[in-house]
């Protein structure tokens, strides 16, 4: 299953809100997982079935969608939220991710 | 906490094996699924092989043919084994616990190991 997410980048400015999108060739259902990941680091799980905040996670993000086309949500910009960030679909193996898309500063 | 750190060489020769450990602290190996992930320099992420126990084991079929996968829960480490390198593997690996519930996302990551393949 294929992945395909959108934009491949953004800038934006603190306190914006961003939106990305990540559609997939076929349904995966609501099996679909966002990571962000920083530089010279390992990804962290934000967000699994689609909506589920994984623990620890601010509620500033937040995630919906089901079958092909999902968006993670980050509600208002901060600092430390500037990263790369990918989905994963959990729908079927082998498991696949986005290409990634990179929030930069503004 | 738990905590995985991925250990092996940095550097392998093309047309080598290369060889990681994940060593797993602060809980059990038993109950979960693991798996391995890699990420090529600037590219993205790629699911390679997951474990549950020895008889429960799959492979990303673009790796499957040059791909090996075990574990060793007395000495709470998972491995991998990949042949036949080329630069194409040339990639930082990770090591990674699938949540309990959900479909597996990964809640737990190592740190990552950058694994360069060069003569």
């Known amino acids: 299953i294929q992945l395909t997410q959108y934009p491949s980048s953004l800038s934006a400015s603190v306190g914006d809100r961003v939106t990305i999108t990540c559609r997939a060739s076929?349904?995966?259902?609501?099996?679909l997982s966002w990571y962000q990941q920083k530089p010279g680091k390992a990804p962290q799980l934000l967000i699994y079935?689609?909506?589920t905040l994984q623990s620890g996670v601010p509620s500033r993000f937040s995630g919906s969608g089901s079958g092909t086309d999902f968006t993670l949500t980050i509600s208002s910009l901060q600092p430390e939220d500037f990263a790369t960030y990918y989905c994963?679909?959990?729908?079927?193996?082998?498991?696949?991710f986005g290409q990634g898309t990179k929030v930069e500063i503004k | 906490q738990v905590q995985l750190q991925e250990s092996g060489p940095g550097l392998v020769k093309p047309s080598e094996t290369l060889s990681l450990t994940c060593t797993v602290s602060?809980?059990?190996?038993?109950?979960?699924?693991w798996s391995w992930v890699r990420q090529p320099p600037g590219k993205t992420l790629e699911w390679m092989a997951y474990?549950?126990?020895?008889?429960?084991?799959d492979r990303n079929p673009s790796l499957r043919s040059r791909l090996s996968i075990s574990i060793d829960t007395s000495k709470s480490q998972f491995s991998l084994r990949l042949t036949s390198v080329t630069a194409a593997d040339t990639a930082v690996y990770y090591c990674?616990?699938?949540?309990?519930?959900?479909?597996?996302?990964?809640?737990?990551w190592g740190q990552g190991i950058l694994v360069t393949v060069s003569s």
């Open positions: 076929q349904g995966v259902s609501s099996y």
């Open positions: 990674v616990r699938h949540k309990a519930s959900d479909r597996g996302s990964y809640d737990y």
């Open positions: 994963q679909q959990l729908n079927s193996y082998p498991r696949t």
């Open positions: 602060g809980g059990s190996l038993s109950g979960y699924f």
């Open positions: 079935a689609a909506s």
């Open positions: 474990i549950y126990d020895t008889a429960n084991t």
